[in-house]
Protein backbone atom coordinates (compact mmCIF):
# COMPACT_ATOMS: atom_id res chain seq x y z
CA UNK A 1 0.00 0.00 0.00
CA UNK A 2 1.82 3.25 -0.84
CA UNK A 3 -0.12 6.60 -0.11
CA UNK A 4 1.17 10.16 -1.06
CA UNK A 5 0.01 13.27 -0.81
CA UNK A 6 -0.10 16.80 -2.65
CA UNK A 7 -1.36 19.87 -2.62
CA UNK A 8 -0.36 21.86 0.73
CA UNK A 9 0.41 24.98 1.46
CA UNK A 10 0.18 28.15 3.00
CA UNK A 11 -3.03 29.52 2.77
CA UNK A 12 -4.97 33.17 3.88
CA UNK A 13 -7.75 33.02 6.16
CA UNK A 14 -10.93 32.42 3.75
CA UNK A 15 -8.53 30.92 1.52
CA UNK A 16 -9.04 27.34 -0.73
CA UNK A 17 -6.58 24.64 -1.20
CA UNK A 18 -7.20 21.04 -2.86
CA UNK A 19 -5.17 17.99 -1.32
CA UNK A 20 -4.81 15.04 -3.28
CA UNK A 21 -3.76 11.37 -2.60
CA UNK A 22 -2.21 8.91 -5.23
CA UNK A 23 -2.74 5.37 -4.19
CA UNK A 24 -1.07 2.34 -5.31
CA UNK A 25 -0.51 -1.62 -4.56
CA UNK A 26 -4.38 -2.16 -3.21
CA UNK A 27 -7.77 -2.57 -5.15
CA UNK A 28 -8.62 1.31 -4.88
CA UNK A 29 -12.13 1.28 -6.67
CA UNK A 30 -13.39 -0.80 -3.86
CA UNK A 31 -11.82 0.22 -0.56
CA UNK A 32 -12.72 2.95 1.64
CA UNK A 33 -10.70 6.01 2.58
CA UNK A 34 -10.05 8.52 4.50
CA UNK A 35 -8.98 12.11 5.36
CA UNK A 36 -6.88 12.96 8.54
CA UNK A 37 -5.43 15.78 10.51
CA UNK A 38 -2.92 16.18 13.14
CA UNK A 39 -2.11 19.94 14.49
CA UNK A 40 0.45 20.41 16.93
CA UNK A 41 0.09 18.91 19.94
CA UNK A 42 -2.82 17.38 19.57
CA UNK A 43 -4.57 14.02 18.56
CA UNK A 44 -5.46 13.14 15.17
CA UNK A 45 -8.67 12.91 14.12
CA UNK A 46 -10.81 12.26 11.32
CA UNK A 47 -11.62 14.86 8.79
CA UNK A 48 -13.85 13.17 5.75
CA UNK A 49 -14.00 9.48 5.08
CA UNK A 50 -15.27 8.11 1.47
CA UNK A 51 -17.23 4.77 1.58
CA UNK A 52 -19.52 2.89 -0.71
CA UNK A 53 -22.27 4.16 1.43
CA UNK A 54 -21.57 8.08 0.76
CA UNK A 55 -19.32 10.41 2.65
CA UNK A 56 -19.19 11.76 6.08
CA UNK A 57 -17.29 14.76 7.85
CA UNK A 58 -15.75 16.06 11.20
CA UNK A 59 -18.91 18.48 12.25
CA UNK A 60 -15.78 21.02 12.58
CA UNK A 61 -14.79 20.80 8.41
CA UNK A 62 -18.91 19.93 7.41
CA UNK A 63 -20.12 22.63 4.34
CA UNK A 64 -16.60 24.13 3.76
CA UNK A 65 -14.83 20.75 2.99
CA UNK A 66 -15.58 18.17 0.34
CA UNK A 67 -14.48 14.89 0.20
CA UNK A 68 -14.06 12.98 -3.68
CA UNK A 69 -12.43 10.30 -5.89
CA UNK A 70 -11.21 9.27 -8.73
CA UNK A 71 -11.34 5.57 -9.06
CA UNK A 72 -9.59 5.76 -13.19
CA UNK A 73 -6.68 7.97 -11.17
CA UNK A 74 -6.56 5.95 -7.99
CA UNK A 75 -6.91 9.54 -6.63
CA UNK A 76 -8.56 10.90 -3.64
CA UNK A 77 -9.24 14.60 -3.40
CA UNK A 78 -10.27 16.76 -0.83
CA UNK A 79 -11.45 20.24 -1.14
CA UNK A 80 -11.26 22.67 1.31
CA UNK A 81 -12.85 26.16 1.20
CA UNK A 82 -13.44 29.31 3.45
CA UNK A 83 -10.25 27.99 5.34
CA UNK A 84 -9.75 28.70 9.05
CA UNK A 85 -6.65 29.26 11.15
CA UNK A 86 -7.71 26.21 12.92
CA UNK A 87 -7.50 23.98 10.19
CA UNK A 88 -3.95 24.29 9.83
CA UNK A 89 -2.37 20.63 10.42
CA UNK A 90 -0.79 18.22 8.86
CA UNK A 91 -3.23 16.26 6.68
CA UNK A 92 -2.76 12.65 5.83
CA UNK A 93 -4.35 10.14 3.85
CA UNK A 94 -5.61 6.85 5.22
CA UNK A 95 -6.67 4.07 4.02
CA UNK A 96 -8.30 1.91 6.73
CA UNK A 97 -8.75 -1.77 6.95
CA UNK A 98 -10.66 -2.93 9.91
CA UNK A 99 -8.70 -1.57 13.17
CA UNK A 100 -5.82 -0.95 11.07
CA UNK A 101 -4.90 2.32 9.29
CA UNK A 102 -2.40 2.90 5.78
CA UNK A 103 -1.02 6.52 6.23
CA UNK A 104 0.73 8.29 3.71
CA UNK A 105 3.42 10.95 4.59
CA UNK A 106 1.34 14.28 4.93
CA UNK A 107 1.04 17.18 3.43
CA UNK A 108 1.00 20.79 5.83
CA UNK A 109 -1.76 23.18 5.88
CA UNK A 110 -1.22 26.61 7.00
CA UNK A 111 -3.76 29.23 7.31
CA UNK A 112 -2.78 32.66 8.34
CA UNK A 113 -5.12 34.87 9.97
Known amino acids: VQLVESGGGLVQAGGSLRLSCAAS????????MAWYRQAPGKQRDMVAA??????NYADSVKVRFTISRDNAKNTIYLQMNSLKPEDTAVYYC?????????WGQGTQVTVSS
Open 25 to 32: GFTFSISA
Open 50 to 55: ITSDGT
Open 94 to 102: SRPVGTINY
